[in-house]
């Protein structure tokens, strides 16, 4: 019986969530919207998993689902990643292959968390965060809310990535970064 509905909408990342679902047994219907024709009507209560991969992408998602009673199933965590027992995920959230969460780490819900990517203790992660593939949270840092963290880029200990804010792939991140903006480079700079 699968529990799990996943939504992919002009993304593969539905692939990926489906080989974390793989690795720990979970069953799932892969509802695969990628050409946004499926008719979610259907889906009226069920647990949900999201697979896009933008921030606004799920967020669109996620509204949509909620408008249909149905509420995120909790957090999915590939079998070889490694999290701390004194970090919290919150609903939604996926954790892909080979990531590290650390100590006290909090993590909202609907956050995507790519291959190889390491949180350092203390991260507080808001809700429908991406992290591309292998980027580097040092300790206590703050990334609020929608915000997207590209391939490769490392944050510096203690700095915010504001709501909403990209970071480009291979940053890092030296200042804080305010809210909507987008930095690149090393250091990174706001562009
Ligand atoms: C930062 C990013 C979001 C900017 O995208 P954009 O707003 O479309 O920006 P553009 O491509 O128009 O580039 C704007 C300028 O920034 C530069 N730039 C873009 N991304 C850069 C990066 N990651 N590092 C350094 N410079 C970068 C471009 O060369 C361009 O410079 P120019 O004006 O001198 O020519 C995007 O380039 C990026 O890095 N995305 C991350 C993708 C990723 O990692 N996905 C996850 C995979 S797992």
């Known amino acids: 019986m699968s529990f799990v509905v996943l939504y992919g909408i002009r993304t593969d990342y539905v ?9 720990i047994g979970l069953e799932a219907e892969l509802w695969d919207n990628r050409d946004g024709s499926q008719d979610f009507a259907q889906l009226e209560g069920r647990p949900f998993v999201l697979a896009a991969g ?20 909790p957090a999915i965590v590939h079998q070889s990643a490694s999290v701390s027992p004194s970090a919290s995920l919150g609903p939604g959230s996926t ?3 080979l990531v590290a969460i650390g100590s006290r780490t909090k993590i909202g819900s609907h956050v995507q968390i790519n291959r190889s990517v390491s949180i350092g203790h203390g991260a507080r992660v808001g809700n429908f965060v991406s992290f591309g593939a292998a980027v580097v949270l040092s300790g206590n840092v703050t990334i609020e809310a929608a915000a997207f963290l590209g391939a490769g880029s490392v944050v510096l200990p203690g700095l915010k990535v504001g709501n909403g804010a990209m970071v480009g792939a291979g940053a890092v991140v030296t200042r804080d970064v305010p809210a909507g903006r987008t930095v690149v480079g090393v250091p990174a700079r706001l562009i």
């Open 15 to 23: 692939h990926e969530v489906s080989e974390i679902l793989d690795s």
């Open 54 to 73: 933008s921030p606004n992408g799920r967020m669109e998602l996620d509204s949509e689902a909620r408008g249909l009673k149905m509420n995120p199933h």
């Open 95 to 97: 954790v892909n292959r």
